[in-house]
Nanobody, 114 residues
Framework: VQLVESGGGSVQPGGSLRLSCAAS????????MSWYRQAPGKERELVAT????????NYADSVKGRFTISRDNTKNTVYLQMNSLKPEDTAVYYC????????WGQGTQVTVSS
């Protein structure tokens, strides 16, 4: 099982990034997929979730209207489009797969700074 995040980097406030998480080794279409983030000195927090099946989405209040989670089941990939980025969005971003088991990626750093 592998979850490999990519797309992180450094951006100025107000900028955009698109994170990708490529999955392998399990039946991706059956799994709910989520993005979490962890800032230095803080607990890991849920950012966004997309379900299997009808791909219903949910977002943390802090990112609603700015971030969009999506999935491509033909590519076994989940995305997080992040717009209007703020310094408080700085964190390591992780993707997670959940069904009968939980799988985590290794994380990708996002830094928002002027």
């Amino acid at each position: 099982v592998q979850l490999v995040e990519s797309g992180g980097g450094s951006v100025q406030p107000g900028g955009s990034l698109r994170l990708s998480c490529a999955a392998s080794g399990f039946t991706f279409i059956r799994y709910e997929m989520s993005w979490y983030r962890q800032a230095p000195g803080k607990e890991r927090e849920l950012v966004a979730t997309i379900t299997s099946g009808i791909s219903s989405t949910n977002y943390a209040d802090s990112v609603k209207g700015r971030f969009t989670i999506s999935r491509d089941n033909t590519k076994n990939t989940v995305y997080l489009q992040m717009n209007s980025l703020k310094p408080e969005d700085t964190a390591v971003y992780y993707c997670k797969a959940h069904w009968y088991a939980n799988y985590w990626g290794q994380g990708t750093q996002v830094t928002v700074s002027s």
